[in-house]
């Protein structure tokens, strides 16, 4: 084997480390909770999956932005003082979207996904 397909090898194995240890508890209970204070005082949630994925089920009052259509929809309709949770299904389309918006100078809450948005967290 060659030192170029070992190091890809080892990389690969490290990000499937990474995107599987973002499982359980990938968020930390201090974001969980500013991220629903945030939706009690009128934060927008949006769900970055597809809508074939919104539609097998999300969070309450959650609106659909699939991760591709992100970008037409923040152009000037929402203003930058809103506060913006984004979820999605295993945590990584929401990652994208939440550094896309926060260069864009809106406050983002990533709670990866729906399960972690409705577990239990410390207060």
């Not at 949006?46 to 959650?62: L, P, Q």
């Not at 699939?66 to 999605?88: A, R, W």
């Not at 994208?96 to 100078?105: I, M």
């Amino acid at each position: 084997m060659n030192p170029f397909t070992a190091m890809k090898k080892v990389f690969l194995f490290m990000v499937s480390i990474v995107t599987f240890s973002r499982g359980k508890g990938m968020v930390a209970d201090e974001v969980l909770r500013a991220a629903h204070i945030a939706v009690e005082n009128r934060a927008i949630i949006i769900d970055v999956r597809t809508t074939s994925e919104y539609m097998s089920g999300h969070i309450k009052n959650s609106i659909n932005i699939p991760l591709q259509q992100i970008e037409q929809h923040f152009k000037g309709m929402v203003s930058n003082d809103t506060e913006i949770v984004v979820y999605c299904r295993r945590g990584n389309r929401s990652q994208v979207a939440a550094r896309y918006l926060e260069q864009k100078g809106y406050k983002v809450y990533d709670v990866a996904t729906q399960k972690e948005w409705e577990r239990a967290y410390r207060k």
